[in-house]
């Protein structure tokens, strides 16, 4: 009769203490989230300032620890392209946000040569400001095993061929950025 | 006392094996994580380029068995306004990165006419690389049951009204979008 | 005898019903995804029509009880700078999706002014729609307890102060946006 007792008890037992195992090892398993780790960013815009976020927030999620991937699709192959430095350029007329040294009327932001101005200056502003270079960005992002994955339906569209972009790239369509994205917190289209 | 030990050595085995099965129910559940089966995109674009990431994204989701919605607000109603082939047009100024036929001045590409020579461009461009139209990706999106959600507040602050969309869209605001994108992995702003 | 099978039974009943309590506190925990309750948003554009997603979002998110952080970088630091309504202007040329009020030849569209004009214009369009003006929003979004964190790498990037900005926002870099949007199902770059 004890004995018949003490298995209940056992069993009624269990289910309390299986119920808190259960939720301890839930809590465990909520830190250890696999998506907490991974970034998935679409690196879109083809100009020189657009360039910057995803390589920043590819290197700064990688130096923390996360597995990260930039997908460059659209303009945002530019950034990737071996040619990058000539085709990354600023157009002032499109973003009435960019800081001008000088208070400028809207029809000469249009003149010829204010775009190639635009982007040396924004391009000094970023020197001066001890921004690192978009090549040392790229390289510092492959060293921290940054995956940059070139759209290759993309590329087609913009006649570019595979060996158009530096070394170190990989070539994938939607179904390699998806593989990834669906397992990761972070997924941004910049 | 034989069946007493039995019964303290069930208890303790119970611990240890409860865990182990805990943590192989939660390695199966991580795999099923229903986040990795939604994806919220918001389409707030409304020029021809920036048509496509949204409804190339929704369309292969949908495809390889996601549950895909897309919500449209701000310039992103073009996308799915019926006369969207009129609405959607190109700016060459606004874009820099867009690769031109021929090197242009920028005061050229701020001269009447430029944005319909561009819209026409990039049509051309699109057709001859095989690119689904627009139409077609609307009806795809549709067949593989993405969700086309147009954004009810941003539709009046554009003075639309809901018979100005295409068939099959359906109205919704931002608690529509958050209640689908909380519970998904992917979500992207465009 | 009949004592040992009962252990027996019991710790074979266990594994099923332990399997059967995990999975449901499994679902039960899926529902309470902490992921599903944190939103992070980038503010990245730093015109008045790209200043609405990120405060109205933010705010929508907070309201339904979520925890939100919006990072104003780049451009998006007009949004929260005290000069925000000199800063936060909008250029017609960069967006041929935007509403003009009559249908305009392109060269018009660079002339000097026309930032101006067209700023009034969508200032006038919003209020006349019941929009909340920028300021409203910001009090709104601080009010519901979003978190408004100015990117300082950016902000010396662009030569602003600590001082330069609203009162309520903090300051953090990439780390500060990671260590929040790593545990948020909602993460956009707007």
Redesign the interface.
Known sequence: ML??T??AE??S???E???Q???E??EK??KK?????K?AI?A????L?WA??PL??GA??AA?G?EVSIFF???GL?IIHKDFER?????P???????MPIPM???????????TFATRMMRS??KK?G?VPIRELQAVNLELGVRLIACDTTL????YRPEDFIDGVEFG???AF?SQ??????????
Do not use: C
């Open positions: 004995l018949q003490e298995v056992n069993r037992l269990a289910e203490r299986v119920r195992i259960v939720r090892e839930l398993s909520w989230d696999p998506a907490a780790r970034v679409i879109s815009k083809g100009t300032d910057y976020p920043n927030l700064a999620a923390s996360m699709t659209f303009y530019n085709k990354l350029r600023i157009s007329v499109a973003n009435p946000a960019m800081p009327p809207d029809l000469v932001l249009a003149l010829p040569g204010m775009i502003r970023f400001q921004l087609e569209v913009f006649g369509g939607a179904g998806l994205a669906r397992r990761a917190h972070i997924t941004a289209f910049i």
